[in-house]
């Protein structure tokens, strides 16, 4: 059974039994601070995994905000599949 841990707004742990993948979500609507609180958490933990930042992809994208979120959705897709 998975269960959800909440910690620092909407930042969720998702934990598994013994072998179970663990993934780390931060979501939230524009200006929140998802990807302050993304790079607080990677200088704590080395444990967080791939970190799809889409405003980051944007960013390298020259603002480009279609094609930044359909690279996200393909990286997590990629993610997925890999489980």
Known sequence: ???????A???YRVRGGA?????????GVNGVGKSSLSG????????LGI???TDKLIAE???DR?????????RI???LKKV
């Open 61 to 63: 994208l020259e603002g």
């Open 66 to 74: 279609i094609k930044g979120g359909k690279l996200a959705i393909e």
């Open 19 to 27: 072998g179970i993948k663990i993934y780390t979500i931060t979501g």
């Open 9 to 11: 707004g909407k930042h």
């Open 77 to 79: 897709e990629d993610c």
């Open 51 to 53: 970190i799809i930042d």
């Open 1 to 7: 059974m998975q269960t959800p841990e909440l910690s």
């Open 40 to 47: 607080v958490l990677s200088a704590e933990s080395t444990d």
